[in-house]
């Protein structure tokens, strides 16, 4: 059984900083792609970005590159997403997902919202 568990997320102002975790259980982060998305109110889930498996990197979606970055910890087994420059626009819950064992697993997701 993989669990995934986000923290971090609250209530900023523009231009502030957040890093959101994913806790890992069932899974080794260091041999998963580690994947996060948002979901804006009303509108569909999008990629964020993801951290490859084997240290192969990371990829970021356009609208993120160069605010976003995303790590992992080996021995907390945890995903990171540290977010920059935050703007109203990247307000919405995020999701830690990871795909294994043929299925999609998601975590409960944390709530980022960004406002003056």
């Known amino acids: 059984q993989v669990q995934l568990v986000e923290s971090g997320g609250g209530l900023v102002q523009p231009g502030d900083s957040l890093r959101l975790s994913c806790a890992a259980s069932g899974i080794m982060v260091g041999t998963s792609h580690m994947n996060w998305f948002r979901q804006a109110p009303g509108k569909e889930r999008e990629f964020v970005g993801r951290?490859?498996?084997?240290?192969?990197?990371?990829e970021y979606a356009d609208s993120v590159k160069g605010r976003f970055t995303i790590s992992r910890d080996y021995a907390k087994n945890t995903a990171y997403l540290q977010m920059n420059s935050l703007q109203p626009e990247d307000t919405a819950i995020y999701y830690c997902?990871?795909?294994?064992?043929?299925?999609?697993?998601w975590g409960q997701g944390t709530q980022v919202t960004v406002s003056s």
């Open positions: 951290i490859l498996n084997g240290g192969a990197g990371t």
């Open positions: 997902n990871v795909f294994f064992r043929g299925r999609q697993w």
